[in-house]
């Protein structure tokens, strides 16, 4: 089964909203990545937090971790049409492989 | 160079035809990756070459045969695909390969594969 759950699953807003994005997972993380995708293409990567961490910003990006809760937020602040996206959050499994899981993503709609 | 190229992007085939993959990357990564994805659902692992050596294998069917010629080369060959198997194939590499903690990945703009 997917390690992350993502909540929403669609997400419309009007451009300069702020937009978040959360993601649970299920076991012991090493760290935790946010990825955005443009309509079929490749993955971006755009913030990744450790578990010892519990907020990290870049640009108009937070991300906040909570380990106790096994969850994670995204916000998107002052959003723009150019923020239209699907947005993935992905973890790293302690036990096993070790391999990068991702979560079944958020899309994101920005409406000008 | 910061970026992970692949070719085609976009391939149609039959199911008795042979085809490849190609993916490339010069940022000197130790890690190169293959990910399937079908529409609006997220990436999923197949393949994870470490230091040019296949280190995961998800359980994928023979049909899809990964290839790393060298660090900074990485093919999948395909062979006898189903129509099942269209999706859009993603290429990834990261600087250090599991069992490292993890740091970003870096991923290709994919191939679209159809298979008919």
């Known amino acids: 089964s997917q390690q992350g759950e993502e909540d929403p699953q669609a997400l419309s807003i009007q451009e300069g909203e702020n937009a978040t994005m959360n993601c649970s997972y299920k076991t012991s993380i090493n760290n935790l990545q946010w990825y955005r995708q443009n309509s079929g293409r490749g993955l971006v990567h755009l913030i990744l937090?450790?578990?010892?961490?519990r907020e990290k910003h870049s640009g108009r990006l937070r991300v906040t971790l909570d380990t106790s809760k096994k969850s994670s937020s995204l916000l998107i602040t002052a959003s723009r049409a150019a923020d239209t996206a699907s947005y993935f959050c992905?973890?790293?499994?302690?036990?096993?492989?070790?391999?990068?899981?991702f979560g079944q993503g958020t899309r994101l709609t920005i409406n000008p | 160079d910061t970026e992970v190229t692949q070719t085609p992007k976009h391939l149609v085939m039959g199911m008795t035809n042979k085809k490849s993959l190609k993916c490339e990357q010069h940022?000197?990564?130790?890690?190169m990756y293959w990910y399937k994805q079908k529409a609006k659902k997220p990436p999923e692992l197949m393949f994870v070459y470490s230091y040019e050596k296949l280190s995961i294998n998800e359980s994928v069917p023979s049909r899809f045969s990964p290839e790393c010629p060298n660090s900074s080369l990485l093919n999948l060959h395909l062979h006898a695909l189903q129509p099942e198997d269209s999706a859009l194939y993603l290429c990834?590499?990261?600087?250090?390969?599991?069992?490292?903690?993890?740091?970003?990945?870096?991923f290709g703009p994919g191939t679209r594969l159809t298979v008919l």
């Open positions: 937090i450790r578990s010892n961490e």
């Open positions: 940022m000197g990564h130790r890690a």
């Open positions: 992905a973890t790293d499994i302690i036990q096993g492989a070790q391999k990068l899981v």
């Open positions: 990834a590499s990261s600087l250090l390969p599991p069992p490292f903690s993890y740091n970003e990945q870096f």
